[in-house]
């Protein structure tokens, strides 16, 4: 296939397969507390379990997508994913959950570096916030489906079952992208490239990363801890699960929302601290109020305004030679951070004695994004031209 926006649509579905096996914990975790007869801690930390990888293995996989090609890479990475969902499926033990948990994370960790590279590669310096927003939007829309579709499976078949659920949409990703995926020609060129990554460039790629992961961290105390929350309450794990995708649903809108408006606009930057604030405003007040569908409905109405523009910050100082390295760098911040992020949310809702808490943390990640993105704006700014524009 050689249409940029037909590949960007099967890296939707293939992205949205990790999206499914990450929230299969969150969605289903009343069952895993009974049954292994652990707490929100310990959920907090299996969930975290799933990014723990990315920590050591994030600029590894950069440079493994430069040996052996992005789409072969990422097939590896699927076969993990498989391999570890089946592998949790199987165990009775606690300790199996958490060896299947970091086998799937691992898969997962190939996915993300390689397959937003594979998207810059083919957007890159054109609609690259709107191919990102929807590129990302698969996140959210594969949380949604598992809200709704795994904790029913759950109450019926029990949690085996839910993850033989997440191991059948793995393989028809894989499937997909066996037969469907096709490298840009300029990519190809480029996999020969020499790599030159300076210090300043280094230091705005891993500044970026820092962007994406804590508007990430903040963005997963929804759907991590939003079933918890309601089901203090009194709500059935199935009604819980399903409310809390509507912001899911809600996000698969925003999200393309704010990457059309910052390509439209050109004020990238500004969608995107709007974007922050407006989360965490909305964020600290759903968690508080009794009106619960509506909040969580005007959160999703806000959460994903600066989904788009924040993977596209990158762009701005990776070159198609240095592209999958950086990206390796950005995303070893970003699994680095999400790992860390999520046990300690887990672990100020159990000291808080409630799910509440998670959000207020989640709210506080999301207001430090403008601040960190103008300490990248500060080092894009001083960093030499590349040798092919200062000629």
Sequence with gaps: MRSRWGILAVL??????????????????????????????????????????????????????????DKTTVLFGLALMLGGGLLMGLSVSWSGQIAGRLVAGTGGVLLNVLMTKMVTDWFAGREISTAMAIFVNSWPAGLAVSLLALPPIGAAYGVSAVYLAVAALIAVGTVMLVTLYDAPAAAVASAHARITLDRKTTAAAITAGMIWCLYNVGFAMIFSFGPALLVERGWSITVAGSTTSIVLWLAAFSVPLGGFLADR???????????????????????????VVPAFALLGMVCGLAAGP???????????????????????VYYIGMMIGAALGGRYAAWAGTAEAAFDFGAAMLLACPIILWVFGRIAESRPLPARLAS
Excluded: K, W
Excluded at 267 to 288: E, N, Q
Excluded at 312 to 321: A, D, I, N
């Design 12 to 69: 939707f579905v293939v992205r949205a397969t990790m999206a499914f096996q990450f929230q299969s914990v969150a969605a289903v975790a009343p069952l895993l507390v009974r049954e292994f007869n652990v707490g929100l801690a310990d959920i907090g930390v299996l969930i975290g379990l799933y990014l723990a990888p990315g920590a050591v293995l994030a600029l590894p996989g950069g440079v493994i997508g430069r040996r052996f090609g």
């Design 310 to 332: 924040i993977p596209s910050v990158p762009s701005r100082v990776l070159e198609p030679e240095t592209r999958a390295v950086g990206m390796g760098l950005f995303y070893t």
């Design 265 to 291: 606009s050109a004020r990238h930057d500004l969608v995107l601290v709007a974007g922050c604030i407006t989360f965490a405003i909305v964020m600290a007040f759903a968690s508080r109020t009794v009106n």
